[in-house]
C-alpha cells in the first residue's frame, strides 16, 4: 500500500510539474503572438549582445560555427556570448531565455536543435525586443514575414542541391555503373531528408546505377563505422559507392571499409569537406570522389550579421525580398582536383569576415544568397 | 530472474557466499535468455539464409559486441551491490580521448607508445573512484553521482577534443588491430572475453565479487558480517571505470578517430543488457554471463534488422518491441517468483 500511494503521490507531482510547465510557456508565447513588429529604434554597438547558439561543441561544424561567430563580434567590436545547446531543445530554449533576460537587446543566429524549437525561440526573441536568424532547422509554415522584424531570417544551404551534388559525383566516378548504399543522418531531420531525396534523384539519371539500401546512422561517426560494417556483410562483394548525408558519418564509414579491406575498392562521396576527409582527399587516387564545400564560420557570421544589421537599423526586415528573409546560400560542389580552391577559405577567417562586412550577408564569395526558400523536394 | 532455491536463508551467510551450485543457477536461470537468442538468431538466419550466419557477419556482430561487451561487465559488478552506474558515456569519451592524445596520432600530441592504454585506463578508473569516493562518503546516491560524472567526463573530452581537428590514427599499426583475427575471430572480442572471464572469476571466486553480492542483498547483514562496505563499493566503482575506459580506447580504435561520443548509444546498451540478462536492479541476483547474452540479444538484433532490410524509421520501434517480447519469454519461468516489479 505504501509503494502504491507514494507512486501515486509522485505522478501527482510530476502531473503538477509538466501542466505547469506546460502553462508557463504557452503564456510566453501567447504573449509574443500577437501582432507584426513594426520598427524599433536602433541599437548602439555597447547596448548589443551577439549570441550564437549551436547543437553542441564537439561537432567540427559546430566548433567552426563557434569560430566564425568570435571573429565577427571582434571585428565588429561588440561581445559574444555562445550558447551550448548540448543537443537538447530544452537546453537551447532556457539558456537563450536566460540571456535574454539579462538586459542587453541580442542579436542572435541560432542552429536549431529542431525545427519544432523555433518558433518558442522566435517568440521569446520578439518579446525581449531582440532580432534573431535561424539556420538550418525550422518548419516550413513559419516565415519571418508573417512573425516581424524581430525574426530577420531563416537561412540554409540547400539539402536537395547537396544529394545531388554528391550523387552526380558518386554515379560518375563509378562510370555510370554499379552497387551503392546510402547513410542517413537522424531521420527526421530535414536536413538529412532533403540531402536523402537529392542523392535519389540524382541517382535516377543513371539507370545502371542501383541503390541497394540507404539506412540512418544519425549524424554519428560510430554509428557510421557499425551501420556500413553490417551493410558491408549483407552485401559481401557488392557495394561498390558509399554516400553519407555528412562528413561524420563518411570518417565511420571509411573505417569500416579499410577495416573490411574495401577502402580501396570504394568510391566515396558526403557533405562538408571536414579536415579528416580534406586529408583522404589529397590522398592520390583519393576513393573520396566528391564533396560539398559549405563552412560552419560562414553560416554563423552570416546569420550573426544579419541580425547585427537588422537591430542596428542598417537593414529594414520588412522592406527586404522574401529571398533574403527566407533564404539559400550557395553550396560548392568539389573533386579531388578542384577542392584546395575552396579550403582556402579555412586559412584566414579574419580576411573572409572582412569581405563579409564589405560586401553584405547576401553577396559574399564563395558563398552568395542563390534562391528562395523554403526547399522543395525533387518531384513534388 | 530469482531462483528461490539458490536463496535459501543459510546463503545469507557471506562466508559460504553463494558458490553453492554454479552450474545448476546458470543453466536453468538462464534457459529463458538463452531461448530468446536462440529465437532471434533462428528468425534472421531464415530470413538472411546467405548472410546472417556468414563469417563475415559472425565477425561483424563479435566485434560489434566487443564495447557493450567490456562496458557491461564492470556495469553488472556496480548493478549486483543496487547501484547503478550512468556515467558510461561521458567516462568512454574521456578515456578515450586521454588515450588517442597520448599516442602516435593525426595532431602530434604525445606519444607514449603502450603507456597511451594504461592513461586510458587510468583515466576510466580514476573517475569511477571519484564517484565511487562521494557516493560512499557523502552519502549521495549512485545514480545521482554518476549522472554527474557522465557529464564531467563528457566535459574532459570536449576540452581535450578542443577546437584543433580531429584526431585521427595512423593507417595500419594499432587501428587495426581490434580487426585483426585470431582463430578467426576479431581481437576485438577476445578482449572482451578475457574482461568477461577475469569478470567471471571475480564474482564467482573472490571475495570482493563475495561482497559485492552481499551488499546488493542487504547492505545492513553484510555490514554486520564485517564487510567493509564502502571499500568494496569504492573497488567495484574503480573496476568498473577501468572497464569503461578499455571500452574507451577500444572503440576510439575502432573507430580510428578521438571523437567525445565515441560512448553514445552505450549506456542503453549496457543498462539495457544487465536488465535484460537478468540482473536485479535492485542489487544481490545475477551475473557477469547473464549481461553477456544480453548483449549478444541487442546486437544480434541491431545487427539482424540491418541484414533484414527493416526500414530505419522503423527500425528503434521494431527492436523495442521485440526486446519487451523477448524479456516476456525469458522471465516467464520466474514471473511468479519476481519479488520486486518496479
Given at each position: 500500500m505504501f509503494r502504491?500511494?507514494?507512486?501515486?503521490?509522485?505522478?501527482?507531482?510530476?502531473?503538477?510539474?509538466?501542466?505547469l510547465g506546460v502553462s508557463a510557456c504557452s503564456t510566453t508565447t501567447g504573449a509574443g503572438a500577437g501582432g507584426t513588429g513594426g520598427s524599433q529604434a536602433p541599437i548602439a554597438n555597447e547596448d548589443l549582445v551577439l549570441v550564437a547558439s549551436v547543437i553542441n561543441t564537439t561537432n567540427p561544424y559546430m566548433a567552426s560555427m563557434i569560430e566564425g561567430a568570435q571573429a565577427l563580434g571582434e571585428k565588429l567590436g561588440v561581445e559574444v556570448q555562445i550558447v551550448d545547446s548540448a543537443g537538447s531543445s530544452q537546453t537551447e530554449i532556457s539558456k537563450i531565455q536566460a540571456i535574454l533576460a539579462q538586459g542587453k537587446k541580442v542579436a542572435l543566429m541560432v542552429n536549431t536543435v529542431a525545427s519544432s524549437d523555433a518558433p518558442t525561440i522566435v517568440n521569446a526573441v520578439k518579446q525581449a525586443g531582440g532580432y534573431v536568424v535561424i539556420w538550418w532547422n525550422k518548419p516550413d509554415s513559419l516565415e519571418p514575414w508573417d512573425v516581424g522584424n524581430n525574426f530577420v531570417a531563416f537561412q540554409k544551404y540547400s539539402g536537395v542541391e547537396s544529394g545531388q551534388c554528391t550523387g552526380r559525383a558518386l554515379a560518375e566516378s563509378l562510370g555510370g555503373k554499379g552497387n551503392v548504399?546510402?547513410?542517413?543522418?537522424?531521420?527526421?531531420?530535414?536536413?538529412?531528408?532533403?540531402?536523402?531525396?537529392?542523392?535519389?534523384?540524382?541517382?535516377?539519371?543513371?539507370?545502371?546505377?542501383?541503390?541497394?539500401?540507404?539506412?540512418?546512422?544519425?549524424?554519428?561517426?560510430?554509428?557510421?563505422?557499425?551501420?556500413?560494417?553490417?551493410?558491408?556483410?549483407?552485401?559481401?562483394?557488392?557495394?561498390?559507392?558509399?554516400?553519407?548525408?555528412?562528413?561524420?558519418?563518411?570518417i565511420g564509414a571509411t573505417n569500416a571499409a579499410k577495416n573490411a579491406g574495401l577502402y580501396n575498392d570504394i568510391k566515396f562521396v558526403s557533405d562538408g569537406l571536414y579536415p579528416p576527409v580534406v586529408d583522404m582527399m589529397s590522398e592520390p587516387n583519393s576513393p573520396i570522389v566528391g564533396e560539398t564545400f559549405h563552412r560552419g564560420f560562414m553560416a554563423a557570421a552570416i546569420g550573426l550579421y544579419t541580425a547585427y544589421l537588422a537591430a542596428t537599423g542598417e537593414i529594414d526586415p520588412a522592406t527586404l525580398p522574401e529571398e533574403k528573409r527566407d533564404s539559400l546560400f550557395k553550396l560548392a560542389c568539389v573533386t579531388p582536383t578542384d577542392f584546395q580552391d575552396y579550403t582556402k577559405w579555412d586559412g584566414d577567417v579574419d580576411a573572409w569576415i572582412d569581405t563579409l562586412i564589405e560586401n553584405g550577408p547576401w553577396d559574399t564569395e564563395p558563398t552568395p544568397l542563390v534562391g528562395q526558400g523554403p526547399e522543395k523536394l525533387p518531384g513534388t | 530472474m530469482a531462483n528461490p532455491v539458490t536463496r535459501e536463508p543459510s546463503e545469507q551467510s557471506v562466508s559460504t557466499g553463494r558458490r553453492t551450485r554454479p552450474h545448476h543457477r546458470f543453466e536453468v536461470r538462464s534457459l529463458g535468455e538463452v531461448g530468446a537468442l536462440a529465437v532471434l538468431i533462428i528468425v534472421f538466419f531464415a530470413i538472411n539464409p546467405s548472410t546472417f550466419l556468414s563469417i563475415g557477419n559472425i565477425r561483424t556482430i563479435l566485434d560489434q559486441a566487443a564495447t557493450p561487451l567490456i562496458v557491461g561487465v564492470g556495469a553488472t559488478l556496480v548493478v549486483l551491490m543496487g547501484a547503478i552506474d550512468l556515467s558510461v558515456e561521458g567516462v568512454m569519451g574521456a578515456a578515450g580521448m586521454a588515450f588517442i592524445l597520448t599516442t602516435e596520432n593525426s595532431r602530434g600530441s604525445v606519444d607514449l607508445g603502450p603507456l597511451s592504454f594504461v592513461v586510458g585506463i587510468a583515466m576510466g578508473a580514476a573517475l569511477g573512484v571519484a564517484a565511487g569516493l562521494i557516493h560512499t562518503r557523502l552519502k549521495v546516491p549512485s545514480f545521482i553521482v554518476t549522472l554527474g560524472f557522465w557529464f564531467v567526463g563528457l566535459g574532459i573530452a570536449t576540452v581535450l577534443f578542443g577546437t584543433e581537428t580531429i584526431p585521427l590514427l595512423p593507417d595500419g599499426g594499432i587501428k587495426a588491430w581490434p580487426n585483426e583475427t585470431f582463430l578467426g575471430l576479431p581481437h576485438s572480442f577476445w578482449l572482451a572475453v578475457l574482461v568477461i572471464a577475469v569478470g567471471w572469476v571475480v564474482t564467482r571466486f573472490t571475495r570482493l565479487g563475495r561482497f559485492t553480492y552481499a551488499i546488493g542483498d542487504s547492505e545492513e547483514v553484510a555490514r554486520s558480517n564485517g564487510v567493509g562496505v564502502a571499500r568494496t563499493k569504492l573497488y567495484v566503482f574503480a573496476v568498473a571505470g577501468a572497464c569503461t575506459g578499455l571500452a574507451g580506447i577500444l572503440?576510439?580504435?575502432?573507430?580510428?578517430?578521438?571523437?567525445?561520443?565515441?560512448?553514445?548509444?552505450?549506456?542503453?546498451?549496457?543498462?539495457?543488457?544487465?536488465?535484460?540478462?537478468?540482473?536485479?536492479?535492485?542489487?544481490?541476483?545475477?551475473?557477469?554471463?547473464?549481461?553477456?547474452?544480453?548483449?549478444?540479444?541487442?546486437?544480434?538484433?541491431?545487427?539482424?534488422l540491418i541484414l533484414s532490410g527493416v526500414d530505419s524509421s522503423i527500425q528503434s520501434g521494431v527492436s523495442g518491441a521485440v526486446l519487451i517480447v523477448a524479456i516476456i519469454f525469458a522471465a516467464w519461468p520466474h514471473r511468479s517468483r519476481l519479488r520486486i516489479v518496479k
Open positions: 502504491t500511494r507514494s507512486f501515486r503521490k509522485h505522478l501527482v507531482a510530476a502531473l503538477a510539474v509538466v501542466v548504399i546510402g547513410l542517413a543522418g537522424v531521420e527526421d531531420s530535414t536536413t538529412s531528408q532533403t540531402r536523402v531525396a537529392g542523392f535519389e534523384d540524382a541517382l535516377k539519371a543513371y539507370p545502371d546505377i542501383k541503390l541497394l539500401e540507404v539506412q540512418s546512422a544519425n549524424w554519428d561517426p560510430q554509428q557510421g563505422l557499425s551501420v556500413t560494417q553490417s551493410l558491408l556483410t549483407k552485401y559481401p562483394n557488392q557495394v561498390n559507392g558509399i554516400w553519407a548525408a555528412d562528413d561524420a558519418m563518411i | 572503440a576510439t580504435l575502432r573507430l580510428g578517430a578521438g571523437a567525445p561520443t565515441v560512448g553514445g548509444g552505450v549506456l542503453f546498451l549496457t543498462v539495457a543488457a544487465v536488465v535484460i540478462g537478468g540482473t536485479s536492479l535492485g542489487g544481490g541476483r545475477g551475473g557477469v554471463l547473464r549481461t553477456t547474452l544480453g548483449v549478444f540479444m541487442l546486437t544480434v538484433l541491431t545487427n539482424g
